[in-house]
């Protein structure tokens, strides 16, 4: 398994999903490699042996030579509420639902708290409690509209033009203050051509905006480890992941008391650099951090979709794909 640290230049535009990721991974594949290169990895997918699988982007946090990753947090069953009306420890207890409340608000918990939960050696409650939180926000920035051949900046009516962007900043809410901030990504599989496909994105950027500067990021790829529980009975998701339909995954997991999700629609569109633009139709996936009953001998879970068919009339020469494969963590609860 391979790592993947991005540290940002500047403000970006885009949130670094797995599926957004992966179409920015493809194109870089399809520049440095050539068409024939990218319709071989595409092929990987289609039946079902993929070349290499990512997860979506988390933050990290550096300290000297300590480096902390943030993971999402497994999404367990929810404990059933206690009416404790008569109990004469009761403000105890509620500034205690108040406390969990909070710490509720916590998407994400550090990779040594992260490891022991997936193993089983401490509770969520507790990894949550001591995670040092950080968080992506987002930050309305202004901007003016320049006129390139006076070199001005545009009037109407006599005012400039100003308008605002949101744009997403690494926000350390700890009392620590951390020599370095930025977000990380997981690899299985061949990285070869990924890591070249990320050279080439570290020079044109990643998401929106790039040709304004937005999106870059200096890219630096080591090997990670992650110690699973040998004697696991569930997995949780690092990506958003679409279930396979061939393999009837869901009706897998629809029974079982392991089977905790959260479900986000995502909907974009598929362009790059000079390429035509194309919306794409809503899809509805499993968000990072669900947990599903493992499956005997299944290798991979997931496929990708097909959201548009291959149509050289439209201008669509190659099917428009959704990445739903799920890069999933062996877990014992």
């Known amino acids: 398994m391979k790592i993947v640290y991005l540290r940002p230049k500047s403000g970006f535009i ?13 194109w870089g594949i399809r520049n440095v490699f050539g ?7 595409l092929e990987s997918f289609i039946e079902n042996i993929p070349e290499f699988l990512i997860s979506s982007a988390f933050p990290y946090k550096k300290y000297g030579n300590e480096i902390i990753q943030y993971f999402p947090k497994p999404i367990l069953p929810v404990k059933p509420y206690e009416n404790d009306s008569t109990d004469p420890d009761k403000k105890n207890k509620l500034q205690k639902s108040i406390d969990e409340k909070k710490n509720k608000k916590k998407a994400l918990i550090g990779f040594n708290h992260y490891q022991k939960l997936i193993n089983k050696q401490i509770t969520l409650e507790k990894a949550i409690i001591d995670t040092d939180n950080i968080k992506i926000e987002s930050i309305s920035v202004t901007h003016n509209t320049i006129d390139r051949l006076k ?13 605002h962007k949101d744009e997403l900043f690494l926000i350390n809410n700890s009392e620590k203050e951390s020599e370095e901030t930025g977000l990380f990504f997981l690899i299985k599989g061949n990285s070869e051509k990924v890591d070249a496909a990320l050279r080439w994105l570290s020079h044109v950027g990643f998401g929106g905006d790039r ?5 870059h990021f200096e890219v630096h790829v080591s090997d990670f480890v992650i110690q699973e529980p040998i004697d696991f009975n569930a997995i949780t998701t690092l990506s958003l992941y ?3 339909q061939n393999k009837d995954e869901l009706s897998k997991f629809k029974l079982s008391p392991l089977f905790n999700y959260q479900l986000e629609k995502r909907q974009g569109y598929m362009s790059f650099l000079k390429y035509t633009n194309f919306d794409k139709p809503e899809i509805i996936m499993f968000k990072e951090g669900s947990v599903f009953p493992s499956i005997p001998y299944f290798d991979y879970y997931g496929e990708n ?3 548009k068919e291959k149509n050289i009339d439209d201008g669509i020469y190659h099917p428009v794909y959704q990445y739903g494969y799920g890069f999933m963590v062996k877990m014992k609860i």
């Open 35 to 41: 068409n024939t290169a990218l319709e071989r990895v």
């Open 242 to 244: 679409y279930p396979s």
């Open 305 to 307: 979709k097909v959201l």
């Open 151 to 163: 070199g001005a900046t545009l009037k109407k009516d006599g005012i400039g033009q100003l308008f």
């Open 211 to 215: 040709n304004t500067g937005k999106g």
């Open 14 to 26: 885009t949130e670094l999903r797995s599926d957004t990721l992966w179409g920015l991974i493809c």
